[in-house]
């Protein structure tokens, strides 16, 4: 199988019980690749804080779940061993973030990964760092 096709065939299967990103955040996977993932989310009322913006957790967690995509393209089981991320502008109800995560290095069982999250209007709302650990499996039986 070709790496292009097994990390496509990643991203439908993880996606499919994917229940907290699908179903409980809202999110679309728009790519998986092999180490690059882009995933979508639009700020719906139950994502605003008490300052009625996006809360720093959902924005979080969207790219935690493009980190989770990218790392796990090569169909080996791969999970966060740390991540960062830094807020740089406020997200607003109705905002469209887009989220695109890309591998850095990967070196024996550990990757970094980037992931950089947008709005609409293109403009860079988030970045976050991801550390990955393979660990034993394959997302699917090859």
Do not use: W
């Amino acid at each position: 199988m070709e790496a292009i096709e097994r990390a496509r065939r990643v991203g439908e299967t993880m996606f499919a019980v994917d229940i907290a990103s699908k179903d409980t955040m809202g999110m679309e996977l728009l790519e998986c690749q092999p180490g690059r993932a882009v995933i979508r989310m639009t700020v719906r009322e139950l994502h605003l804080n008490g300052h009625q913006i996006c809360h720093g957790g959902f924005i979080f967690t969207l790219a935690d779940s493009t980190f989770a995509f990218a790392c796990n393209s090569y169909n080996r089981n791969a999970v966060a061993a740390g991540a960062s991320i830094e807020f740089l502008k406020p997200t607003h109800l109705g905002d469209v973030l887009t989220c695109e995560g890309v591998e850095q290095v990967m070196s024996g069982r550990h990757g970094v990964y980037d992931m950089k999250v947008t709005n609409q209007r293109g403009e860079v709302v988030a970045l976050f760092r991801g550390k990955s650990a393979q660990i034993p499996g394959t997302v699917f039986p090859e």
